[in-house]
């Protein structure tokens, strides 16, 4: 029995949450909150593996993990929950672990999953020994301490206390060697928690805005990844709830990139109304190539309705002078479209118009439909609010049962519509080498070719890809 040895494994998912194909399984979302709890640890002294679900069925992944002696350790195992999508695999994962090894202990976490409401999760996953709440960096070894030291522990289901953790002082260093596979992941690098618009249905509401990382630790963490990886042609993703870096900040980091002889490509995400166009070209020479764009619309009514905006017109503005801006620096600009309650097709109409105003900056759309969250703050007003616009739950109760809920949009468009709209919206925008660009920079595995990815792509039915194929 090893004590020393501690398992993270990331909760993967039965089927991808858009269509089911193998394009979409492609995907490796690396579950970068549980590799700094694991990087803490490794750092006190344990050796920690980090392990990613993603589509393997779990029964498949324990015997995987059972072959290579993951399993022989004594303490519990860390299973993490990035979205609601992977809770019927975690369960599966949580109740087969427990019947092949009884003693096993599991210690569950996942912040936008799991919400401070502990008889939920205990009923939906009832294999699962303690569930903990919130950010984890400064209780993740007291986890490792017998499970008597779990009792009363805040934030947890071990006690009745949610007082949440403070604010970090030092994002997580991050050891991607406890991955196996670490080099098919392109790697992320955190700046910063916290967002400060405070939007009612989110978990990082009460979180303010922390201050981000500086410029000189952000280009040492490129070197370093450089190394680790031993090439350039990783894409970092930097990731924040909200990147919004300050002028003083970009140009230190633009000199900072150019005076160490940084060459490393990477992509952030931001909204589409804050950023001044001027700070695109400076980014894109210190590395910026490519920019979700969370526009969500193109039509005003839709906007208001979603509360993005209070004045569209202006938001749309702007929007299009932050495109324009990318299409001039050399920046790849991926636009997010949300069709949300009370969407018509008017309405995608209107935001096609649009879209189609600025083709030229477009390299690609993700397009989804609304969905529900149980960890929205107050899923029952949230609810009223979007019956108000005209929306409507597909089945009820399933928000309760699964942790999320589909929606008919409007009378006119109910769900399975929008998803076809959402697809048709997607090719008309994207072509199979935009979306394998944007893909392959971020989320596919480092050693996927275009030629893979084409043979797949002719092998899949044409009417569940977001992307138009040119005819052969
Ligand atoms: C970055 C991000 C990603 C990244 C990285 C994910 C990650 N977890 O590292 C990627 C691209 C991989 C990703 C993928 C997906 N995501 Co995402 N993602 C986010 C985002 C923007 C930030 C997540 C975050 O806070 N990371 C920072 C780290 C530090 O926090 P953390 O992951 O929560 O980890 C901490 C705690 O949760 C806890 N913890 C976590 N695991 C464990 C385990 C144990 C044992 C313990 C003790 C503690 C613990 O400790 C960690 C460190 O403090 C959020 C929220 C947002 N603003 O939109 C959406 C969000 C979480 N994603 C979401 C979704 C739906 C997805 C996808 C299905 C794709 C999609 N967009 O539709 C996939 C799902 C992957 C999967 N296997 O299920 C939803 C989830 C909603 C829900 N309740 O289900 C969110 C809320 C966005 C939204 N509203 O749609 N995502």
Redesign the pocket.
């Known amino acids: 029995m090893h004590h020393n040895e501690v398992l993270?494994v990331?909760?993967?998912?039965l089927k991808p949450?858009k269509a089911d194909n193998e394009i979409h399984r492609l995907n490796l979302?690396?579950?970068?909150?549980?590799l700094?709890?694991a990087s803490i640890i490794d750092e006190a002294g344990y050796s920690a593996q980090v392990v990613h679900?993603r589509f393997t069925h779990p029964e498949d992944l324990i015997d995987d993990l059972e072959t290579s002696g993951l399993l022989r350790t004594t303490q519990p195992i860390?299973?993490?929950?990035?979205?609601?999508?992977?809770l019927e695999w975690a369960d599966l994962f949580s109740r087969g672990i427990k019947q092949r090894f009884p003693k096993s202990a599991i210690?569950?976490?996942?912040?936008?999953?799991l919400g401070p409401h502990a008889s939920w999760a205990e009923a939906r996953l009832p294999a699962v020994d303690l569930f903990?709440y919130?950010?984890?960096?400064g209780?993740?070894l007291q986890?490792l301490q017998g499970q008597s030291s779990w009792h009363g522990m805040p934030s947890s289901s071990g006690s009745r206390d949610r007082t949440p953790e403070p604010p970090l002082q030092n994002l997580p260093k991050l050891n991607y060697l406890l991955m196996k596979d670490f080099k098919e992941y392109h790697p992320?690098l955190?700046m910063s928690?916290g967002?400060g618009f405070s939007c009612s249905f989110?978990?990082?509401r009460d979180v303010k805005l922390e201050a981000m990382r500086d410029p000189e630790s952000t280009a040492a963490e490129l070197s370093r990844y450089a190394n680790l990886y031993g090439s350039a042609s990783i894409h970092p993703?930097f990731?924040a709830?909200y990147f919004r870096p300050t002028r003083p900040w970009i140009e230190a980091f633009r000199d900072v990139y150019c005076s160490s002889g940084l060459d490393i490509q990477w992509r952030c995400?931001t909204r589409v109304d804050t950023w001044p166009p001027s700070d695109i070209t400076k980014l894109a020479a210190a590395g910026l190539r490519v920019i979700d764009l969370g526009l969500e619309s193109g039509s005003p009514t839709q906007l208001m309705a979603m509360g993005k905006t209070r004045n569209p017109e202006r938001y749309l503005k702007k929007a299009g002078e932050l495109l324009e801006a990318c299409h001039d620096a050399g920046v790849w600009a991926k636009v997010n479209i949300l069709l949300y309650a009370g969407e018509t097709r008017s309405s995608i109409e209107e935001t096609t118009l649009w879209l189609n105003h600025y083709r030229q900056c477009i390299k690609g759309l993700s397009v989804?439909p609304l969905?529900m969250?149980?960890?929205d703050a107050d899923p029952d007003q949230y609810l009223h609010e979007l019956l108000s616009l005209g929306a409507r739950p597909v089945e009820e109760g399933s928000l309760r049962r699964e942790?999320?809920g589909l929606m008919h949009l409007s009378k006119e468009m109910t769900h399975d519509d929008a998803v076809e709209a959402s697809l048709e919206l997607s090719r008309m925008f994207m072509s199979s080498r935009d979306y394998f660009d944007l893909k392959s920079f971020s989320?596919f595995p480092r050693s996927l070719s275009w030629e893979d990815f084409n043979r797949i792509a002719a092998a899949t039915a044409s009417d569940t890809l977001p992307f138009s194929r040119p005819a052969s």
Do not use: D, H, Q
């Not at 979302?29 to 549980?34: F, K, Q, S």
């Not at 860390?78 to 992977?86: G, R, V």
């Open positions: 993270l990331s909760a993967g998912m949450k979302y690396l579950n970068y909150g549980l700094g709890l679900g860390m299973l993490s929950l990035p979205s609601s999508f992977c210690v569950a976490g996942g912040r936008w999953v903990v919130g950010t984890a960096e209780r993740i986890l992320s955190e928690r967002c989110c978990v990082e993703y990731e709830s995400e989804s969905i969250y149980r960890s942790g999320y989320y």
